[in-house]
Each structure stands twice: as C-alpha cells, then as structure tokens.
C-alpha cells in the first residue's frame, strides 16, 4: 500500500508541476525538488496529451494565479487512474487520443510527410496482371533451369532471358501498385496547391488511395468518392473497405463513399473544385462510354476548378473530349517509372484541364 501511495503521489505531482508551468511557472508552494521521488519510475505525463471522453485533446487555458485550474485537475483524473491500475509495472503509460495524426496532417503543406505513414490496405491493381507477368516469369525460369540441367545451352539461355524480363515486369507492376503510384500522386497533388476547403471527387475511388491522399489536404473540405466497386479492377474493391482505410488514415470525418456510375455521375452541376481520377475511366469497355465519363467529370466541375485524370491508355482521347467541351489549359504528358505497369510501354498519362470562369 505504501509503494502504490508513493506511486499516485509521483505521478500527482509531475501532473500539477507541468500544468503550473505551462500556467507561468512553478508556484512557491511546490517545487521542482519536490517531485524528485520516483520520477525514473514513470514518464512524465503532459496535460495536452490527456484524452476527454469523446477523445477530443484538451488543452488547459491559462489562469491567473497560483492555483491549478479545475479544467486541469479533471483532465489529470484519467491519467492517476491508468497510472494505478493493471500492468505488472504498476502502471501504464495511456493511449494517445486517435484524432492525433487527423490534426498532425490537417494542413496540406504536411500531407505528404504524412504519406509516409500510410495505414490503410489499398490492394493490388488489376490482380490478375500480376498474377500473369510472375506465373509467365515461374514457368519460363523453370524451363530455362531444366534446359541448363541437359545441356540445351541455347534454350536455356533464351528462356532465361525471357524468364528475367517477366520477373522484372512483375517486380515493377508490384512495386507501382504497392508504392510508386503513391509517391507519384503525392506530387501530383502537391503541384495543385490546395488551399484546404475544397470539394473534391474522386471517379472510381477504389479503396481509397487517392481519395484519403487528397482527404489530408483539406482540413476544412470534403473528399468524395464514387465507384462501382470491381474487384477485377483491385483486388478486395468494396465500399466498406474504402471506408475502414479513411478511418485508418485519420480522415473519416472529410470523405464521403457513394455507389454510382461514372457515365451518369449523381451530382448537380458545379458541384466540386477539383475532380480526380486514378487508372479506372480505362476499365469502361466502349470509347463512347469513356469520353461519357469524361463529360460527367467536367460537367460537375465548378466553373474556374480543374480535373486531373492519370490513366493506361485512352488518355488522348480524354483530352480531345475536354478540349471539345470547351476545356482551357488542356495538358497531357508521360508520369515517371514509379507510375510503369512494368515497363515503359504500360506506362501512365497524366490528362489536366481546367474549367472557364462562367
């Protein structure tokens, strides 16, 4: 009983010395010697790391006065409580509040520090492709090994070339669909200069890659996505996975996920400041039904806003369409390795455009 006393008075008062140092000091009645007990035993808890009930942070004002302010003193309860219940050590040092990485990337000059510390799952891209490019890479460098084992120089070394090359198309196809397509659309969006309160609309989100991407730049917008939800297109597509990944991300409370066509968009007219799409207008079958697609995308945007659109193929098409629409500053150029499908052949466009004022 008396090391568990000694353990809530320690803990007590570190709290009190940091929420009076931050109120202007150490008051005279309690000195830095006097929480000199035990302070190796424990770390020293700082009030704005104290979580409310809803997990909001709070943060302790300044009071004039000697005197620790009430706010302060309730916001410490929680912390002399976990201090002093389970754990083998007596104590545990408690959780931080979940909205804590929300505000560390509210603003869009730190959302791509922050991409680095991705949490969600996005998938795989077109799984099937990569199941292709290594099971061509398997069966070729198997035959080339048993080609080498009889003698067959000349097959051995053909197929060991072509086992090589499929080998290095799948590594790159999984290295674009696990990070690069990532790092490249950070720049991407870092090119935009966002103030941060935009409407944004992802066409064919996915699971949420670019959505929760361009969801940490806007503190005071709102991201919204739309999709059929394919898992031929990325493996493990659903609504409620796209969902999970934004909480995961820390961006819940700015994005929205409907189900809808991106050939009949179900949004008014001028509805967003900025509409993106990553590698899904291709997977509509017709070119017709793509340029449709196209037209839907430019049809919600406000006028002054612009779209952005990175893509496998049709990409000239896309940009013939906006120009007809009427589209200024219609550009369209080659994203770098990260962005290959493989190799430079399978490699993606970017398409940008802008609306006119009206």
């Given at each position: 009983?008396?090391?568990?006393?000694?353990?809530?008075?320690a803990?007590?008062?570190?709290?009190e010395?940091?929420?009076r140092?931050?109120?202007?000091?150490?008051?005279?009645?309690?000195?830095e010697?006097?929480?000199?007990?035990?302070?190796?035993?424990?770390?020293?808890l700082?009030?704005?790391?104290?979580g409310?009930?809803?997990?909001?942070?709070?943060?302790?004002?300044a009071?004039?006065g000697?005197?620790?302010?009430t706010?302060a003193?309730?916001?410490a309860?929680?912390?002399?409580?976990?201090?002093?219940?389970g754990?083998?050590?007596?104590?545990?040092?408690?959780?931080r509040p979940?909205?804590?990485?929300?505000r560390?990337?509210?603003s869009?000059?730190?959302?791509?520090?922050?991409?680095?510390?991705r949490?969600?799952?996005y998938?795989?891209?077109a799984?099937y492709?990569?199941m292709?490019?290594?099971?061509?890479?398997?069966?070729?460098?198997?035959?080339?090994?048993?080609?080498w084992l009889?003698?067959?120089?000349?097959?051995?070394?053909t197929?060991t070339?072509?086992?090589?090359?499929?080998?290095?198309?799948?590594?790159?196809f999984?290295?674009?669909?696990?990070r690069?397509?990532?790092a490249?659309?950070?720049?991407?969006?870092?090119?935009?200069h966002?103030?941060?309160?935009?409407?944004?609309?992802?066409?064919g989100c996915?699971?949420?890659?670019?959505?929760?991407?361009?969801?940490?730049?806007?503190?005071?917008?709102?991201?919204?996505?739309?999709?059929?939800?394919?898992?031929?297109?990325q493996?493990?597509?659903?609504?409620?996975?796209?969902?999970?990944?934004?909480?995961?991300?820390?961006?819940?409370?700015?994005?929205?996920?409907?189900?809808g066509?991106?050939?009949?968009?179900?949004?008014p007219d001028?509805?967003f400041?900025?509409?993106?799409?990553?590698?899904?207008?291709?997977?509509?079958?017709?070119q017709?039904?793509?340029?449709?697609?196209?037209?839907?995308?430019?049809?919600?945007?406000?006028?002054?806003?612009?779209?952005v659109?990175?893509?496998?193929?049709s990409?000239r098409?896309?940009?013939?369409?906006?120009?007809?629409?009427?589209?200024?500053?219609?550009?369209?150029?080659?994203?770098g390795?990260?962005f290959?499908?493989?190799?430079?052949?399978?490699?993606?466009?970017l398409?940008?455009?802008?609306?006119?004022?009206?």
């Amino acid at each position: 009983m008396d090391g568990l006393y000694s353990l809530k008075t320690a803990v007590r008062l570190d709290v009190e010395v940091l929420v009076r140092h931050r109120e202007g000091g150490v008051d005279a009645g309690l000195h830095e010697d006097d929480v000199a007990v035990d302070r190796s035993a424990h770390r020293i808890l700082d009030p704005v790391e104290v979580g409310g009930p809803a997990g909001e942070t709070i943060n302790t004002p300044a009071q004039p006065g000697p005197t620790t302010s009430t706010t302060a003193r309730h916001a410490a309860t929680p912390i002399l409580m976990e201090a002093t219940s389970g754990g083998r050590g007596g104590h545990r040092t408690p959780p931080r509040p979940a909205s804590r990485r929300s505000r560390a990337c509210a603003s869009p000059e730190r959302a791509s520090s922050c991409a680095a510390m991705r949490r969600g799952d996005y998938g795989y891209d077109a799984p099937y492709g990569l199941m292709i490019f290594a099971s061509v890479a398997l069966v070729n460098l198997i035959v080339a090994t048993v080609s080498w084992l009889q003698g067959e120089r000349r097959t051995a070394v053909t197929m060991t070339i072509y086992g090589l090359f499929f080998l290095g198309n799948a590594l790159s196809f999984l290295y674009t669909t696990r990070r690069g397509k990532f790092a490249e659309w950070e720049q991407i969006l870092d090119g935009l200069h966002l103030r941060g309160d935009e409407r944004v609309l992802d066409m064919g989100c996915g699971r949420g890659a670019v959505l929760t991407a361009v969801a940490r730049r806007l503190p005071s917008g709102r991201a919204t996505g739309v999709d059929i939800w394919s898992w031929m297109d990325q493996s493990g597509n659903a609504r409620e996975v796209t969902l999970r990944n934004a909480s995961l991300e820390g961006v819940a409370e700015r994005v929205t996920v409907e189900t809808g066509d991106m050939r009949a968009l179900p949004f008014p007219d001028g509805s967003f400041d900025l509409v993106v799409s990553s590698l899904a207008i291709h997977n509509i079958p017709s070119q017709a039904d793509r340029r449709r697609a196209v037209a839907e995308g430019f049809r919600v945007l406000a006028p002054g806003s612009r779209i952005v659109i990175a893509d496998l193929r049709s990409t000239r098409g896309y940009a013939d369409e906006l120009a007809t629409l009427g589209a200024a500053n219609v550009q369209r150029r080659r994203l770098g390795w990260r962005f290959w499908w493989g190799n430079p052949i399978v490699a993606t466009r970017l398409v940008t455009a802008e609306k006119a004022q009206g």
